[in-house]
């Protein structure tokens, strides 16, 4: 039962327990997010910065607007600071499955867009509570090593862009039992 707990608290019979759950992620499974859609989440600085910039004209400056698309997210749905992908591995292993490639190559597409050339991205590897403490660990630290090394060698993003690192089963996602299988996930957030 030690597993998970970060602070137990007893009141009379009552026993509380607090789980330390993910930060807020906003989990993107019902399609492949484009390059654009993960960089205007991802990157609110740098999007906003490349869609201000306007044609001068002598001394007169003319803003651009951006045109609203479906692929933009919403002021509502741009709060997360982190994306969460359904990144498929074998089991217990660390290989990318091929059904992962699309949502991965729309990353390596982001990272190498000219709006997102100087910015840093974090890989973190997630699993859920099946296994050892360690186990789970050294497994999320592979994958995500797994999908930085994937980025790096089919995108040629150098090795400094990329951070990653695993936190096993420690952060399951909110409302969300350890053990579901929606925690095995790979996140992506801006790195400083």
Known sequence: MKKLISKTLTLGLLTFVAVPQ??????????????????????????????EQG????????KTTPTTT???????????????????????????????????????????KPAFSNEKLKIEGHTDAFGSDKGNQQLSEQRATSVKNYLEKEFNIAPERLLEEGYGEQQPLPDTNPYDGKNRRVQFKAAQ
């Open 22 to 51: 993910a930060e807020s992620v906003r989990m993107i499974t019902d399609h492949v997010p484009s390059a654009d859609e993960m960089g205007a989440i991802l990157f609110k600085k740098s999007s906003q910065t490349s869609n």
């Open 55 to 62: 044609s001068a004209s002598r001394s007169l400056k003319f």
């Open 70 to 112: 479906a692929q933009q997210p919403s002021a509502s749905n741009s709060s997360s600071d982190a994306i969460g992908l359904p990144i498929s591995f074998d089991l217990g292993e660390a290989s990318i499955r091929p059904d992962s490639y699309a949502s991965l190559d729309e990353v390596g597409k982001m990272m190498t």
